[in-house]
């Protein structure tokens, strides 16, 4: 199956392992439903991908692979706190690794996807956290350099929209579609209004913004300090293991 572009927008799964062929289905049919999914064949690949695509679920295959996935799903649990981990282990494997679900070979592809969607519900936030910004979804009070501000609904969720998508320019045409449902872009004065109102919010100068930033002829993108890389020392352990992987 083809890695997903981490260029395009944050994930809600990533899969970290072999992918098991009798398995595809599923995956291709949870896209189609709107769930955007990322594969990383080594451990090395899946954990810089974590870092930069912030996935609400990791799938962790260590069927089939030389690896544990213990200091893999240890590290996730370190740095991304709000993932979901789930590992699929053969029998009698894995006991140890750290997650929130454990699948054992063989199962099913139904028990494969009702795991996933109970800890995709598991994992929808109540409160979202991008750079400085935070956002309580429940009372609609957004924490920012200007202090606490209470939003409208629609301002809610364009800036949730934007802060699950932190350093990507979304168009237009996205925000139009996804926060109006409207495809028709004759006028996006409204839009515009609410950029300014979520600047006033946000922003220390909202004529100078730092945060919420245009991009002329494109969109937006809310702009964060990028999350630090996993250290160097434990790439080359995940490196050493990947090799030993690819040779067995």
């Known amino acids: 199956m083809a890695a997903h572009d981490r260029n395009a927008r944050s994930v809600d799964i990533l899969y970290i392992g072999r992918v098991d062929t009798n398995h595809e289905k599923l995956w291709q049919q949870l896209e189609h439903e709107g769930y955007a999914v990322a594969f990383a064949r080594t451990q090395t690949a899946g954990l810089q991908m974590a870092w930069e695509l912030q996935p609400r679920i990791v799938v962790v295959n260590t069927a089939n692979s030389s690896f544990s996935g213990d200091r893999l799903c240890r590290a996730v649990g370190r740095r991304l706190p709000g993932a979901q981990r789930l590992v699929i282990t053969e029998r009698g494997a894995g006991a140890n690794v750290p997650c929130e679900q454990r699948l054992v070979r063989p199962f ?6 009702e795991s996933v969607l109970k800890l ?3 994992s929808a936030p109540q ?4 750079g400085a910004v935070h956002l309580d979804f429940v009372s609609r009070v957004v924490s920012g350099p200007k202090g606490r501000q209470h939003l409208t609904p629609k301002q809610c969720s364009l800036l949730a929209f934007l802060m699950q998508r932190p350093n990507q320019v979304i168009s ?3 925000l139009m579609e996804r926060i109006w449902h409207t495809v028709y872009l004759g006028d996006t004065r409204t839009l515009d209004v609410h950029i300014r109102w979520l600047r006033e919010k946000l922003e220390p100068n909202p004529t100078q913004p730092v945060i919420l930033i245009t991009r002329r002829g494109i969109g937006y993108v809310l702009a964060v300090v990028p999350a630090e890389s996993p250290s160097e020392e434990l790439t080359e352990e995940l490196t050493d293991e990947d090799e030993q992987d690819q040779q067995a």
């Open 108 to 113: 099913t592809g139904r028990k494969l996807r």
């Open 120 to 122: 995709l519900e598991a």
């Open 127 to 130: 409160i979202l956290r991008a």
């Open 172 to 174: 237009r045409k996205d």
